[in-house]
């Protein structure tokens, strides 16, 4: 001990500095590190690499569930009813900023989704459809045309062909709206073909459901063209006949297409008859369902709640009939639904272009909501500051939403980490609930404060603080010594001595 004292009092103050200096760059680094892969990823690093990697080798196991909560196969992605167009839209943005609108995950689910619609076992043997395999797997977007075209060489008939090619050649609404009339005609005439061998027996279930997919595909996006381009009633008339042809294709969510529609003819009783057989407590609810209802609510009782100018957060309901009550629970409920909405509503938060896939009730479906429906809500006087005063009084109700939800299944935990996938790098994603900062994050601020401090002390006053910190040292040191001092009272001397000839 008395050899430890003589060394430290050796030290001189330069000792200190250029310890205390390089302690402070160290910790500095790691926070850098630490709240970059935070804002990345939403974990900490080192707390991954202790659960991941060190936890193991010590014989501790880590929770599964924690292990696995980032992990984007949890969550069921779907597709987004009101997706862009590639070449039209998506390109064009692309073109203009430099910045890719959508992400390979988002793209490569778009891929297995047309592999999955457009090709059956009956293509075996005819090479269009072969050479459209290999279209649909490809992620070049050039050598995707290249084989569409190659397919149309073999067959002008080829309707996933001419799909590819309006939907990422076209340059403009109205050439895809061409090309998916071309393909229309071919695809109704083949799937009037395979209907009529199904009703004689033949065993082409594979191919008339490949059929039926093209040309619900076809009429949809037809549909979208109109809606585009203004022709609403045309549009509208699409969708409801797609309804009423095809009811058990309930998957394609269609009615979502037909609810912004009839918002945009302002027809708003049709889109309460929609929202009277679509919100229903058995079928999958959406942000376009709750949001739309909440949105009608409003319509009604915006103009009088104006009138009495709410405070934000915390509407007065003493002086609120049943209607307005209404208004206000169905905004709680929308918001309960997906929490991200408002913040793209009322325009606190920028919007980028939709993507092709969404997650229901996460940043995903929030953007692709609020990217069609936010003219709606301008063009109802008030319906925006009745939901700026209230849907923040929905986390009241729910203090704890990753645990138990009040008209709604608990807020899945695993939205975060299948956004980001989905969603470009360019964007802040929106993190409900906010998460609370990791424990080493900070621990290497406060360690990277503590020692800037002590840096800057030792330069400023190098000989006050060297005798600060060995006093520090000794006083941190007189219990051991303590310990060590009885040791040798009690153990006989000789006892290193004993033990070697032992």
């Known amino acids: 001990m008395s050899t430890a004292t ?47 990697h060190i936890s193991p080798l010590i014989g ?21 009813p009101l997706s862009l167009f590639r070449g039209a839209e998506y390109q064009r943005l692309c073109e203009e900023t430099g910045k890719e609108a959508l992400t390979y995950y988002d793209m490569n689910l778009s891929a297995q989704d047309h592999q999955t619609l457009f090709i059956c076992d009956d293509d075996i043997g005819k090479p269009e459809y072969e050479i459209m395999q290999r279209a649909w797997r490809e992620r070049n ?71 039926t997919n093209l ?17 609403l009633k045309e549009a509208a008339k699409v969708f409801r006949d797609l309804m009423k042809e095809f009811p058990m294709m309930s998957v394609f969510n269609i009615h979502e297409n037909l609810i912004e529609v009839l918002l945009e003819l302002q027809s708003y009783a049709d889109v309460q008859a929609v ?13 376009t369902i709750c949001y739309t209802a909440a949105l009608l609510k409003a319509r009604a009782v915006s103009e009088r709640l104006q009138e009495q100018q709410l405070p934000p957060g915390a509407p007065n309901k003493r002086n609120l009939s049943a209607a307005e009550l209404g208004a206000i629970d169905a905004i709680h409920r929308a918001v309960e639904f ?57 986390f009241r109700l729910i203090p704890y939403p990753l645990e138990k939800g009040h008209l709604f299944y608990p807020y899945p935990q695993c939205t975060e980490a299948a956004d980001r996938e989905l969603l470009p790098s360019f964007h802040e994603l929106s993190v409900y609930p906010k998460r609370e900062l990791p424990f080493f994050l900070l621990f290497t601020a406060g360690l990277c404060t503590f020692m800037a401090v002590l840096t800057f002390l030792v330069h400023q006053y190098p000989e006050s603080t060297a005798l600060v910190a060995k006093m520090a ?3 941190i040191s007189l ?24």
């Not at 310990?483 to 000839?501: I, R, V, W």
């Open 141 to 211: 977007p050039d050598t995707r045309k290249n084989l569409a075209h190659e397919a149309l060489e073999k067959n002008a008939e080829c309707v996933p062909a001419l799909i590819l090619l309006a939907e990422e050649q076209s340059r403009s609404v109205v050439e895809v709206e061409d090309l998916f009339k071309q393909a229309l005609k071919y695809a109704d005439v083949a799937y009037k073909k395979s209907q009529q061998a199904l009703e004689m027996g033949h065993n082409v279930d594979g191919l008339h459901k490949r059929n």
């Open 60 to 80: 501790v196991e880590s929770d599964p569930n924690s292990s696995s909560q980032n992990s984007v196969p949890e969550c069921k992605v779907w597709k987004n």
């Open 479 to 502: 219990p051991f010594s303590y310990l060590l001092d009885k040791l040798e009272a009690l153990l006989p001397s000789n006892l290193l001595q004993q033990l070697t000839k032992i």
């Open 473 to 475: 040292i000794q006083w």
């Open 338 to 394: 997906n929490p991200h909405v408002p913040k793209y509503l009322l325009e606190t938060k920028a919007l980028i272009l939709p993507p092709e896939h969404i997650l229901k009730r996460g940043d995903s479906e929030a953007i692709a909501y609020a990217y069609f429906h936010l003219r709606h809500w301008k063009r109802v006087d008030g319906a925006l500051e009745l939901l700026q005063s209230s849907w923040e009084g929905t």
């Open 215 to 231: 040309l619900i595909y076809i009429k949809r996006r037809l549909g979208m063209c109109a809606r585009k381009l203004g022709k």
């Open 6 to 52: 003589m060394y430290l009092n050796g030290l001189s103050p330069k000792f200190y500095m250029a310890l205390t200096a390089t302690s402070s760059l160290i910790s500095g680094l790691i926070l850098v590190f630490e709240w970059y892969y935070f804002k990345k990823n939403g974990s900490s690093f080192i707390e991954q690499v202790s659960l991941n």
């Open 275 to 287: 929202l009277a057989k679509y919100d229903d407590i058995s079928l999958p609810k959406s942000a």
